[in-house]
């Protein structure tokens, strides 16, 4: 497999979409850091609007530019999922995946290698991108902060879960990937899916627990904004305590990558295994 991986890793590195992604990721904060300006220096000019916004939750905060990096439905975070699935899809379109088969390449090694470059890819992009959207952000606008140590234990927290979110997504478009062998099914399932998994989560403080409460237990848990969420804790919500616990929400969030993920990769797995390579 390390033969694989290597080879795999090689073409991700020469391929040109992993350029066109550092553009994508070095241009868009500098690009929505311009438009926050913008839009901030509009409200400057109207003295009514500046001064109904002083004092409160500013949108034009370093907190809320940060809190956005990691978020799927945001502008990079649509475009390094698709382009993950892309890259592995590559494989079908130009033969080389036969062609592994043929030299007799273990199909369940080829697909992890697949997985693997899908992940290494998503997290090295995301993080460029959101060290560079923080490191704007810091830059050019006030970041509002509650004491030291809690602030690194959110900062943690919300790089890791983050983090972790584009490796259950790297699971998510290399599955598909590998089962619908075609480049543009497979980037428009991976963008729906990542707006559709968001907008259930997003949700999931509207449903009436006493009804529906468990349903929530079958879509990935996704905890990353913990700049601006408020302690939801499905723990807590199905106990019906009141009781506010980052640390719960993050091994739920942990959890449910690690389950959600295994679950993508054995489905892709056993689609992969059993389908003729042509």
Do not use: W
């Not at 945001?74 to 080389?96: E, H």
């Not at 707006?195 to 627990?209: D, E, H, Q, R, W």
């Amino acid at each position: 497999m390390s033969s694989l991986l290597r080879a795999d890793i090689y073409r991700m590195r020469k391929n040109r979409l992993t350029f066109v992604s550092l553009i994508l990721v070095l241009g868009f904060p500098v690009l929505i850091t311009l438009m926050y300006l913008g839009i901030q220096a509009l409200f400057s000019l109207d003295a009514d609007i500046g001064e109904a916004m002083d004092g409160s939750v500013q949108l034009f905060s370093a907190n809320s530019l940060i809190s956005s990096a990691y978020s799927l439905t945001n502008n990079i975070g649509l475009v390094i999922p698709a382009f993950a699935g892309i890259l592995v899809c590559t494989d079908y379109s130009n033969g080389t995946l036969r062609n592994k088969v043929i030299a007799g390449n273990k199909r369940t090694a080829i697909y992890f290698s697949h997985l693997i470059t899908a992940i290494l890819f998503s997290v090295v992009m995301i993080t460029i991108y959101a060290a560079v959207t923080t490191i704007l952000a810091l830059i050019f606008f006030k970041f509002n902060k509650e004491g030291l140590e809690p602030l690194v234990r959110e900062i943690i927290y919300f790089v890791v879960n983050g983090t972790l979110s584009f490796v259950f997504m790297a699971t998510v478009s290399t599955m598909l990937a590998m089962v619908l062998r075609s480049i543009a099914p497979t980037l428009i399932f991976t963008i729906v899916l990542a707006i559709v998994l968001m907008t259930a989560n997003s949700i999931i403080g509207f449903l009436n627990y006493e009804k529906y409460k468990y349903v929530v237990y079958f879509i990935p848990t996704f905890c990353s904004n913990f700049f601006n969420l408020q302690g939801l804790s499905l723990i807590n919500i199905f106990s019906g305590t009141a009781a506010e616990s980052k640390d719960l929400m993050f091994a739920e969030g942990m959890a449910s990558y690690l389950f959600f993920g295994a679950v993508n990769t054995m489905i892709g797995l056993l689609v992969f295994n059993r389908r003729d390579i042509k």
